[in-house]
């Protein structure tokens, strides 16, 4: 086998003597953008400042319909009020300046941004933040228990709309499908347990409006179990009774409607969890049907017991989880042209700065190698066993490892020796996992997450010189030299700096003397 001419850039035309001529280069600067860490950051924060705003919000449902007891005053709560009300103040000038999703597109027109909040939530957060500061202004000390100041401060439950829109940030952010429906599981208990704790307060206030209410009784009693049993009373409303009873009008209509809702509340959690439990099932019965089919299959045919665990294998390592990459692809193809690019950078690109041609092309030239990502990269996965090439076959493609392990063995084997060794070697490996390399005596190299194969196949015309094959599943990275000469063509400066790349490349593949 012989090391054909230079590619150029990877299949571009040979340069001619004016191409040839040096150009300077422009500095290199380290791989990663500044600008990626500052919008990284302002992530963080935005994270932070939402995770505030849900922890503000929760303190508002529990402590606000507490008033109706009465609390004697703390100059922890006052500090602690004081702290909310200035941090919902804050967060109007935080959501004027915070760029928002329209129609699917981000967008950052701080002009745009304040008119969408000006039309959606600033009147709402104006309803809920001047009563606070009428009260502070009348009665800053009287603040938690003058009647209608009282009713101010009930305003504040109005935040819990703010819930719904918080909540969907939470999710957005999560990546597992468990993860989601445990989510909504959790969202509608807590929504259970709150309107459980709305309902207790709001029969303590009925049993307190009247002399005669059922309250009387336990006047003298302490703030904890006067809410305990206004608590009780609650949650028996679902299943069961207790000693307290409707002594009044007023109590027994409120007790009837709690009723009503009681049921209504109970069946729809009842509805929902059995409607998240079904959507787990729903994840896995894909892989349950198509495994059905494919064991009538290999029956119908008898194929043979070899190859049939071979393809079951490769289809476990395809259904595995969220590795279905069929279903992944046709996902991305729905995505914009833009967001498809920035999906791919942030995915691939940091596999491909591993090598320290595509790093020093990530510090130079990143518009570049982010096309790269895009246009020239496909990722595919395979089963402990398979054979990516074998000795002889045309070598058209870069491989980059990001998962599992391989094994590399130079020299002629045939497909099937190959076949027999990955698969013991794949055995071997799952009792000896720890193993990091070995080097046995038919010189079979193990390479792992990182590592990369077949460069030459970007810069010089190649047959390959020994066989691949997979030890444990794996997950590969494949850069076409075709599909990356023609990105490269598209940039001049990249391209003369990898004409000069393959070349010096070339050379040294020629005085090694490789064949």
């Not at 509340?265 to 892989?287: D, E, H, I, P």
């Not at 990275?477 to 940039?491: G, I, K, P, T």
């Amino acid at each position: 086998m012989e090391a054909a001419a230079p590619r150029g850039a990877a299949g571009c035309a040979a340069p001619s003597e004016g191409e040839q001529k040096e150009q300077p280069e422009k500095p290199i600067r380290a791989p990663g953008a500044p600008r990626k860490v500052l919008v990284a950051s302002i992530v963080a924060l935005l994270n932070g400042w939402s995770s505030l705003a849900m922890l503000f919000v929760m303190y508002d449902l529990i402590m606000s319909p507490m008033v109706v007891f009465d609390p004697q005053a703390h100059d922890f709560m006052a500090v602690l009020d004081f702290a909310i009300l200035f941090f919902w103040t804050c967060d109007i000038g935080v959501n004027c300046s915070t760029a928002v999703f329209i129609d699917g597109t981000l967008v950052v027109d701080r002009r745009t941004v304040m008119l969408r909040y000006l039309r959606t939530w600033l009147a709402f957060d104006l309803f809920v933040l001047l009563p606070e500061y009428i009260a502070i202004v009348f009665n800053i000390q009287g603040f938690r228990s003058a009647g209608p100041l009282r009713i101010i401060r009930l305003i504040r439950i109005c935040r819990m709309l703010k819930l719904k829109s918080i909540f969907s940030l939470v999710e957005g952010r999560l990546n597992s499908n468990v993860s989601v429906l445990a989510l909504g599981i959790l969202r509608f208990a807590g929504f259970f347990i709150l309107m459980t704790h709305f309902l207790a307060c709001a029969w303590y206030a009925v049993g307190d409006s009247s002399p005669s209410g059922w309250v009387s009784e336990y006047k003298d009693c302490s703030l904890g179990l006067r809410y305990l049993l206004a608590l009780h009373w609650a949650s028996s409303q679902f299943s069961s009774s207790m000693e307290v009873s409707p002594t009044n009008e007023a109590e027994r209509l409120t007790a009837i409607i709690s009723i009503l809702f009681a049921v209504i509340l109970a069946s729809s959690f009842v509805g929902m969890v059995t409607n998240m439990m079904l959507q787990l099932v729903l994840l896995q019965k894909g892989k349950v049907r198509y495994q059905t089919s494919l064991r009538s299959l290999i029956r119908h045919y008898g194929i043979s017991p070899g190859l049939s665990q071979r393809v079951r294998k490769y289809l476990d390592a395809c259904y595995d989880g969220e590795q279905s990459y069929e279903y992944q692809r046709k996902l991305l193809l729905q995505l914009a042209e833009h967001l498809l690019a920035d999906l791919f950078e942030e995915i691939r690109v940091p596999i491909l700065v591993k090598h320290r041609y595509f790093s020093v092309m990530q510090g130079t030239w990143p518009q570049t190698l982010r096309m790269v990502s895009q246009k020239a990269m496909s990722q595919f996965n395979v089963a402990a066993g398979d054979v990516l090439f074998s000795t002889g076959d045309a070598c058209s493609r870069m491989l980059f490892i990001d998962s599992g392990r391989l094994g590399y063995t130079l020299g002629a084997m045939s497909a099937l020796s190959a076949q027999l060794s990955a698969l013991a070697e794949a055995s071997r490996m799952a009792r000896m996992d720890s193993l990091e390399s070995r080097s046995s005596m038919d010189h079979q190299h193990v390479l792992k997450k990182n590592c990369q194969v077949s460069e030459v196949a970007l810069w010089v015309k190649w047959t390959n010189a020994g066989q691949l094959c997979a030890l444990k599943d794996a997950s590969l990275l494949a850069l076409q030299a075709d599909e990356f000469s023609r990105v490269m063509a598209l940039y001049e400066e990249p391209l003369q700096h990898a004409r000069r790349y393959a070349e010096t490349f070339a050379q040294m593949i020629g005085e090694s003397g490789a064949s």
